[in-house]
C-alpha cells in the first residue's frame, strides 16, 4: 500500500516526461543526420518482423486475369465452389439462360466458404473491388470504374505443398467436368460499338441444330472429317512431343448454299467447342487480331468466312504507276503477314486444342500461303447435292427413311446427277409441304426446269459478230470439265507453295 507521501508530485513527473522526450527527439535527429534513408527503412522494417506475431495461416490471392488472359484457376473455382455452398451461405447469385440445365449458383462478393480436403480446412472469399481511375488530362472527365475480382483462399502452412500439388489441380479437374455436362456452346462476334480503337468479343448461346447425322453430305468426305476431328482432340501430349502448337486448319469451298456453315456449326456440336467468328473487315491493325486471338478460349473453332472477299490482304500493297515500286499503304495495317503469323506464327502458340476455318466460294482467288499444310490442314470441298444427299433430306424434311423406296426416287436420281442444284435449294422446295407426294413431285418439276435452263445457258454461247454458236455437253462432259478445272486449281495451289 503506497501513502501519498511516497507519490511523486505532477511536477516531477511533468519533468520526467519532458525530458524523456526531448532524448528520443534529440536521438532521432541524430539518426535522421548519421544513418542513410535505405539503412533506416532497413533497420525499421528488421524491427517490425521481430515484434510482428507470426500467422501460422498462408493465403493465396486467385486473380480473374493474368496479365492480358484470363486466370484459369479462377474460372475453375468459380464453377468449383458453386458445388460447395452450404446453408450458412447467405447472398448468392442465380441465372439461368434458355438452354442451361440446371440453375447457374454463384457466389455473391464477400461471401465466404469452408471447404475440406484430406481433413485440412480451406477458407474461400470471393471479393469485388472497386477503383477509380481518374483522366488527369481531362477536367470535366469523371472518371472510369473498374471491378478488380480475385478469391482468397487461407490455410495453415504446413499444407502448403498439399494445396499447391493436389487440391487446385483437383479443382481444375472437376471444374472440367462440370463444365462439360452442363456446356452450353456459345457463339462469339466482335464488338465494335464501344469508344475506344479497337474490339471485343460479344457471345450469345449457340442453337444451331446442324449434326453430322442431318447433314446433306456425301458419307465418305463427312467420315473423313469426323476421323479427322476425332484424331486432333486425343494428340495433346503428339503436338507437345512434335513442337506444334495445338490447332487445326480447315478450308471449306465450293459454291454458296452447299452446307458450309451447317458444317461448321455441326463440328461445334460433335466436339462441344465454342465459335468464333471473326469478321477481317471490322479490323484496322494487326495487333487487334493479336488481341481477339488471346482473348479467344481454348477448346473453341474460329471461323472466317469468305476470306477471298471479305478483305483485300496481299500485303495492302500496290504498284507506283511511275515506277512500279510496290509501296506499303501506311493507312493500312491489317497485313498478309499478320494473318499468316496469327493462324501459324508464334502468336498461334497462345491457347490449346483450337480449330480455325476459312469459307470460301472460289479457292483459286486465294493467296498460296494460306493453304499451304499447317494453315489449312485439310481442304473440303462442298459440291452441289448428289443423290445420296438428297436421300438424307428427304428423311429429315419428309421423314421417308433411307431404307424406304418411292416411286420417283428413280427419275430424281437420274435427274439430279446432271443437274446442278445446292443443298439449301432442296431443302427449300421439300420445306414447302408436309405431303411428301407433292413434294416429290414439285421438287422433280424443279430438276427439269433448272435442266432445262442449264441446258440453254451451255448451248448458247456469244460468239464475235454477237450471234449465238449452239454447243452441246452432256452431263458426264460437264463432270470431266470440272474435275480437270479443280486438278489445274491445285496444280497452281502446289506451285505457288513451292516457292
Given at each position: ?34 544513418i542513410p534513408h535505405p539503412v533506416r527503412g532497413y533497420l525499421l ?259 472466317i468466312e469468305d476470306i477471298d472477299c471479305s478483305v483485300d490482304l ?32 508464334l502468336w498461334s502458340s497462345c491457347g490449346d486444342e483450337r480449330i ?144
Amino acid at each position: 500500500m503506497f501513502w501519498s507521501r511516497d507519490m511523486p508530485s505532477p511536477s516531477s513527473i511533468f519533468s520526467a516526461y519532458a525530458s524523456m522526450t526531448a532524448s528520443v527527439m534529440l536521438v532521432r535527429s541524430m539518426a535522421n543526420d548519421l544513418i542513410p534513408h535505405p539503412v533506416r527503412g532497413y533497420l525499421l522494417n528488421a524491427f517490425r518482423y521481430f515484434i510482428k506475431p507470426t500467422s501460422p495461416l498462408l493465403t493465396l490471392i486467385i486473380e480473374e486475369s493474368s496479365g492480358i488472359t484470363r486466370n484459369q484457376v479462377f474460372d475453375a473455382a468459380e464453377v468449383y465452389l458453386s458445388s460447395r455452398l452450404s446453408p450458412e451461405n447467405e447472398r448468392l447469385k442465380i441465372s439461368k439462360s434458355p438452354k442451361d440445365k440446371n440453375l447457374m449458383i454463384r457466389l455473391e462478393k464477400g461471401e465466404k466458404l469452408v471447404d475440406w480436403f484430406d481433413g485440412v480446412e480451406l477458407k474461400w472469399r470471393f471479393i469485388c473491388a472497386e477503383s477509380e481511375k481518374n483522366n488527369n488530362n481531362n477536367p470535366n472527365d469523371m472518371g472510369m470504374r473498374s471491378e478488380k475480382r480475385y478469391f482468397e483462399v487461407s490455410f495453415n502452412k504446413k499444407h502448403k505443398e498439399m494445396v499447391l500439388g493436389s487440391y487446385l489441380p483437383l479443382i481444375l479437374e472437376k471444374a472440367k467436368e462440370m463444365k462439360d455436362e452442363e456446356r452450353v456452346l456459345k457463339m462469339h462476334t466482335l464488338n465494335t460499338s464501344y469508344c475506344y480503337p479497337g474490339v471485343k468479343w460479344d457471345s450469345i448461346n449457340l442453337e444451331h441444330p446442324s449434326t453430322f447425322d442431318t447433314l446433306a453430305m456425301e458419307a465418305e468426305a463427312k467420315n473423313a472429317v469426323i476421323q479427322d476431328l476425332n484424331r486432333f482432340v486425343k494428340r495433346k501430349e503428339f503436338y507437345k512431343r512434335v513442337g506444334r502448337a495445338w490447332k487445326r486448319g480447315y478450308l471449306l469451298y465450293g459454291p454458296p448454299g452447299t452446307g458450309k456453315s451447317s458444317l461448321i456449326a455441326a463440328m461445334a456440336n460433335y466436339l462441344k467447342f465454342d465459335i468464333y467468328d471473326l469478321q477481317l473487315a471490322n479490323i484496322v491493325r494487326d495487333s487487334d487480331l493479336r488481341k481477339l486471338l488471346l482473348a479467344t478460349a481454348n477448346r473453341s473453332i474460329l471461323v472466317i468466312e469468305d476470306i477471298d472477299c471479305s478483305v483485300d490482304l496481299p500485303d495492302r500493297r500496290h504498284a507506283d504507276a511511275h515506277n512500279d515500286v510496290c509501296v506499303v499503304d501506311e493507312l493500312a495495317q491489317l497485313t498478309l503477314s499478320g494473318l499468316l503469323n496469327f493462324i501459324d506464327g508464334l502468336w498461334s502458340s497462345c491457347g490449346d486444342e483450337r480449330i480455325i476455318i476459312f469459307t470460301t466460294n472460289h479457292k483459286e482467288r486465294l493467296d498460296p500461303a494460306l493453304l499451304r499444310p499447317g494453315r489449312m490442314d485439310m481442304h473440303i470441298h462442298m459440291s452441289y447435292c448428289s443423290y445420296h444427299g438428297f436421300r438424307l433430306l428427304a428423311s429429315n424434311y419428309l421423314g421417308i427413311s433411307c431404307e424406304q423406296e418411292h416411286h420417283l426416287f428413280g427419275e430424281i436420281e437420274g435427274l439430279i446427277e446432271d443437274t446442278h442444284i445446292t443443298p439449301a435449294q432442296v431443302a427449300e422446295e421439300l420445306m414447302k409441304t408436309e405431303d411428301s407426294e407433292h413434294a416429290l413431285e414439285s421438287f422433280v418439276k424443279l430438276l427439269k426446269r433448272k435442266k432445262m435452263e442449264g441446258d440453254v445457258c451451255e448451248n448458247e454461247t456469244p460468239d464475235g459478230d454477237g450471234e449465238a454458236k449452239k454447243r452441246k455437253i452432256n452431263g458426264k462432259q460437264r463432270k470431266t470439265t470440272l474435275r480437270n478445272t479443280q486438278r489445274q486449281t491445285q496444280r497452281r495451289t502446289r506451285r505457288g507453295t513451292s516457292l
